[in-house]
């Protein structure tokens, strides 16, 4: 980026030329940045949007502890601080049974071994089924005088 220009206004931002040849609206980007002791700027990351799941959990445990002393749910979320939905996809995938997760993925050279084996399973009983079939059928053709 040899055309990026950085001017340093009072406020603390830095504002940073994307394209000469772009209009006034998208030309300048402001990027948030702190100087250290050294005056190097260093940017800061910008606030993630979504909770760990341990924030996760306990914003469900303060909505129930407050619907548990009487208040509506509608209201216990609303002091959280988060919706409705927010609260009952959380309280979904926090509280969702071992059993319903999905398991650990198996390697594709497991799945490859496990498919060829059963691939052999699978000869070796229509093997069986077939020798079974024509004992079946001439023991009939004896019994019907076919033979």
């Known amino acids: 980026m040899a055309d990026e ?4 206004p009072p406020d603390g931002t830095v504002a940073a030329e994307i ?3 772009a209009p006034e609206s998208k030309r300048a980007k402001k990027v948030r940045a702190e100087t250290s002791h050294t005056g ?17 959990l306990e914003m469900i445990g303060q909505v129930e502890a407050q619907v ?6 509608k209201d216990a979320v609303k002091i959280v601080g988060i919706s409705n939905q927010t609260y009952y996809q959380w309280k979904r995938a926090m509280v969702q049974p071992v059993s319903q997760r999905p398991a650990v993925s198996v390697s594709g050279d497991d799945e490859l071994a ?10 070796r ?15 009939l053709r004896k019994r019907l005088g076919m033979n």
Do not use: C, H, M, Y
């Not at 220009?5 to 340093?8: A, N, R, V």
């Not at 190097?40 to 996760?56: D, I, W």
């Not at 548990?68 to 749910?73: D, E, K, Q, T, Y």
């Open 5 to 8: 220009e950085i001017q340093i």
């Open 19 to 21: 394209e000469p040849d």
């Open 40 to 56: 190097s700027f260093k940017l800061v990351e910008p606030k993630t949007r979504g909770r760990s799941n341990q924030e996760k």
């Open 68 to 73: 548990a002393g009487g208040v509506i749910l």
């Open 114 to 123: 496990e498919f060829t084996q059963l691939e052999e399973e699978n000869r």
């Open 125 to 139: 009983l229509r093997k069986l089924l077939s020798e079974k079939l024509r004992a079946e059928n001439s023991d």
